[in-house]
């Protein structure tokens, strides 16, 4: 039977590049050693550093003002790099509250500068505040939001209208899901492990106005200026991660490209919704208009029944429902690599969970 990953992260990877990654690791190349025994600093490696930046070049048409780093650390190293590098002499920055996400990231910040919340959805977890409500403070160094909130499935339908400072956008959850405007931002950042690749490498791209103001006390591995100058090969880089999210970048290609696995994407998540919108056993509580496309987040009108459903799908090899464990319930992730036949199946699924209970 085949299994279907709804993990939101690490998360499903496409087969095909399991398989690479499978022969890679005997022989890459045929050198006759594995990839993770090739040296950061050969040849070989750095054409594979040079094509990944190219091929995310051309999959988001980033221009080259824009700066492509591959960094260690995840997601959350980004909540105190970005202060670090970004803050500068203002020493203050705007944050947007839509999730639990934001206000990790905003309380990292609090470590380096002054962070302002300039709107907060605690009150309405399944809300947007809109722009218009947003107390934005004109000496902010920069505006940062998180693009997905991955635990309650909430995401932005438009790009934040920030214009006078830097938009930063957190987007580890939907990062090569749609295409988007990267001349709209001043950097945004993607922990690879839900949409494009391994736990562990975080892709950042910035633009290059952005280097250089990084505070004294920043350590080096955290300066971006440092690893850009590098070319993201300043420490001994995770040859592995890069890699594979190479190959995650390559697929896409082959795919036809991020606008073609959007449209999939919004097929995929719209029909997932429209079956729990009709059903009396399912229920998802975001406002229609801010539902994210990567992380169906929902719970049973019986939440009894819970641990019974996790179990009936895991036997139907429909693994990785359990929601986050700060919201509980259940939450189906539908990234890039989770084919559509993966999103129907669990409609059959819930169909005959709820005929039967
Ligand atoms: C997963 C996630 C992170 C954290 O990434 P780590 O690699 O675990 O540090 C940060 N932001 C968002 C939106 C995420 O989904």
Do not use: C
């Amino acid at each position: 039977m085949t299994v279907y990953n709804f993990n939101p992260g690490p998360a499903t990877l496409p087969s095909v590049v399991l398989e690479q990654a499978q022969a890679a690791l005997v022989d890459w190349q045929n050198l006759g050693i594995s990839i993770l025994e090739v040296s950061h600093r050969s040849p070989e490696f750095k054409a594979l550093a040079d094509a990944s930046v190219q091929d995310l070049r051309e999959l988001l048409a980033i221009p080259q003002s824009y700066k492509i780093l591959f960094l260690p650390g995840g997601g959350r190293s980004q909540f105190a790099m970005v202060p670090l590098n970004l803050l500068g002499k203002k020493n203050r920055a705007d944050y947007l509250d839509t999730g639990i996400w934001s206000r990790i990231a905003g309380a990292e910040g609090t470590r380096y500068g002054h962070i302002h919340w300039v709107a907060s959805n605690k009150e309405q977890p399944g809300v947007i505040p809109p722009p218009e409500s947003w107390n934005t403070h004109p000496e902010a160094a920069y505006f940062h939001y998180v693009d997905n909130e991955t635990i309650e499935g909430v995401e932005f339908p438009y790009i934040p209208p920030i214009t006078s400072v830097p938009l930063v956008a957190d987007m580890s959850s939907n990062f090569l899901s749609r295409t988007f405007p990267i001349t709209s931002f001043g950097l945004i950042y993607a922990a690879a492990q839900k949409n494009a690749g391994p736990a562990g490498i975080t892709v950042v791209i910035l633009h290059e106005s952005l280097l250089g103001k990084a505070l004294p006390m920043t350590p080096s591995m955290f300066n971006y200026t440092l690893h850009a100058h590098a070319h993201s090969l300043y420490n001994t880089a995770l040859t592995f991660n890069w890699f594979v999210t190479h190959l995650v970048f390559k697929w896409i290609q082959q795919q036809g490209g991020v606008a073609a696995l959007e449209k999939i994407n919004q097929r995929k998540s719209a029909k997932l919704y429209a079956y729990i919108d009709q059903s009396s056993l399912y229920e998802n509580s975001v406002d229609p208009r801010y539902r994210s496309r990567m992380n169906v987040v929902f719970h049973l009108t019986a939440p009894q029944l819970e641990p019974k459903f996790l179990h009936a799908a895991s036997d139907e090899r429909l693994l990785g429902l359990k929601g986050h464990t700060l919201v509980g319930g259940l939450r189906a992730s539908l990234y890039n690599a989770l084919p559509e036949a993966g999103v129907d199946k669990l409609i059959e699924f819930m169909k005959e969970f709820e005929r039967v209970n």
